[in-house]
């Protein structure tokens, strides 16, 4: 169902592990690729949580379609967009890092055999 978080979390703890890691240097260890996967869920959760916000609520049926949900939300302050952005943080640093953590986990593993 969250696709598009999933496939910028993932590109972003790539490029990011890429960047930090020196050509010579030992691979990065399983709480590192962790860490970096908790970092990147948070990253992009950031920017795609106002459109979760936005489509709960036409879910729901709190307002009609697009425009109005989203019109609706802006009047309420740009606060209303983030609301429970705490809850969406606290699930991609408890299974984002997991996720992405064990998959370059065994992404490596399996390059290395």
Sequence with gaps: PKLPTAL???TVASSTRERI???DSKPLSLVER???GAAAGIFTTFFTHP???IRVQM???VSG???ETTTKLARQGFGALYA???AAWLRQVTYGS???GIYAYLLYADKSA
């Design 34 to 36: 962790g860490g970096l």
């Design 51 to 53: 459109f979760d916000v």
């Design 65 to 67: 379609g697009t425009i």
């Design 8 to 10: 910028v979390a993932v």
């Design 59 to 61: 879910q729901v049926g």
């Design 98 to 100: 997991g996720r992405l």
């Design 84 to 86: 429970g952005i705490s």
């Design 21 to 23: 890691r020196m050509p």
